[in-house]
């Protein structure tokens, strides 16, 4: 089956496909051969209401054939054969029944049940992982200490970056608001894409996106607002992007426990040690602190920091 308007193919799509078609076909007998058709499921009264039936059925079919994500229409196909059975059921305790050929109707219309209730789930599955693609958000803010106008400034300077964000190698700028990234990825392998400014507001704000070509196609924001209380500026960073490997990318980054959520509150409580303290504390190559003084809790926390920064 092709691409409805572009969408990709799915298991999902080709049997809508086919429900649509068995829709308006069986749509078409009823409104054309009513008669028959109420004899051969063991009717033997009541054939007014399958002209009406028929209707229902060709418009659902049309619904699914027409529609680039259907499940709505193939929602409404399972609310149509719940209707169905009902009218068997009903159908059943007539006088001039014919039972056999109404268990044999009954159980058809069951088998095509399953088969509409298993479309409608692969549909909305479908939905939701192309609504969500494989993209990975997140949105992380932190009190920093600082002012507004002090922590805008050494953000802007993207070469500045690196120093307080572990996954970022390098940030060479090429321009006053395009810039050049090379970042660390899952597996010691290296990922590089430039970078645009769309939206600058000096002490307040900055948002980017990448530029195409780039591996990892990305865009994010970076707001500074004051703190109540004179605390100094709460940042809220706010990120997108789409891992090397699309969703087993995305997937494999955080089973290795950098999923974007976490990794950016890491790099906010780097970037948060380094504006405050003008480092950031480390255990590398230090002996273990006393318990209990200063330095020893200082060290703690930091080794703290340190394994969940890992």
């Known amino acids: 089956m092709p691409a409805r308007h572009g969408r990709k193919t799915s298991a999902g799509d080709g049997l809508a496909t086919a429900l649509g078609l068995f829709s308006i076909g069986l749509g078409l007998a009823q409104i054309f051969a009513p008669r028959g058709l109420t004899t051969l499921i063991g009717l033997r009264t009541d054939r007014g209401i399958m002209p009406m039936l028929g209707l229902r059925e060709i418009a659902t079919g049309i619904g699914i054939l027409s529609r680039p994500q259907p499940t709505g229409w193939v929602a409404a196909r399972v609310a149509g054969d719940v209707m169905d059975l009902a009218l068997l059921a009903a159908a059943s305790g007539q006088r001039h029944a014919h ?15 399953a088969l509409d209730v298993i479309c409608a789930v692969q549909l909305r599955r479908g939905s ?23 922590l805008y400034r050494f953000w802007r300077d993207f070469e500045n970056l690196p120093r307080a964000m ?24 290296r990922v590089e894409w430039d970078s645009e400014i769309v939206d600058d507001r000096p ?17 994010g924001s970076v707001r500074f607002d004051r703190a109540p209380g004179g605390r100094g500026t709460e940042i809220r960073v706010e990120l997108e ?13 955080r089973l290795l426990g950098k999923a974007p959520e976490r990794q950016t509150m890491e790099d906010l409580r780097r970037f948060k040690q380094l504006v405050e303290t003008g480092e950031i504390a480390t255990t590398d190559g230090q002996t273990s602190g006393r318990k209990g003084g200063p330095f020893g809790r200082r060290l703690s926390l930091a080794r703290i920091l340190e394994k969940e920064m890992r």
């Open 99 to 113: 039972s056999e050929r109404l268990a044999g109707a009954a159980a058809a219309v069951i088998c095509v049940t």
């Open 128 to 150: 939701a992982a192309a609504t969500a693609g494989s993209s990975l958000r997140a949105t992380r803010s932190i009190t920093v200490n600082r002012p507004p106008d002090e």
């Open 166 to 189: 572990r996954h970022i190698a390098s940030v060479r700028m090429i321009d006053d608001r395009r810039s050049h990234w090379v970042a660390r990825a899952p597996g010691g392998y």
């Open 203 to 219: 002490g307040q704000y900055i948002a980017w996106q990448s530029l195409p070509g780039g591996d990892v196609p990305n865009s």
């Open 241 to 253: 992007y789409r891992p090397p490997g699309g969703t087993l990318g995305a997937v494999f980054a």
